[in-house]
Nanobody
């Protein structure tokens, strides 16, 4: 089970930190990703982190602005978002890909991020 929180309304240039707390079969988590979906657009992967390896990846549009990190002791993955732009407005979701799986199987509820200009 994944529980996402931390969204809100912020002005352009502002910052937010999203949290994704995992429970249950956390020892089988391979990758946790943050996705977002804006109105009328397809869901896209924003950033991902290896649960054990801590290897990270993120999409070009957020490089240098967003940072994904994890705290295994708290079973939590964070998405630090800085220099937010109106184009970042979306519902953000965290999801987990389990070991041996090729797709994200478990999804948290979305958290709304709204950036005003």
């Amino acid at each position: 089970q994944l529980q996402a929180c931390g969204g809100g309304l912020v002005r352009s240039g502002g910052s937010l930190r999203l949290s994704c707390a995992a429970s249950g079969r956390t020892s089988s988590i391979y990758v946790v990703g943050w996705f977002r979906q804006a109105p009328g657009k397809e869901r896209e992967l924003v950033a991902a982190i290896g649960w054990s390896s801590r290897t990270t990846s993120d999409r070009d549009s957020v490089k240098g602005r967003f940072t994904i990190s994890g705290d295994n002791a708290k079973n939590t993955v964070y998405l630090e978002m800085n220099s937010l732009e109106p184009e970042d407005t979306a519902v953000y979701y965290c999801a987990a890909r389990m070991a041996g799986q090729t797709s994200y199987e478990y999804w948290g509820q979305g958290t709304q991020v709204t950036v005003s200009s």
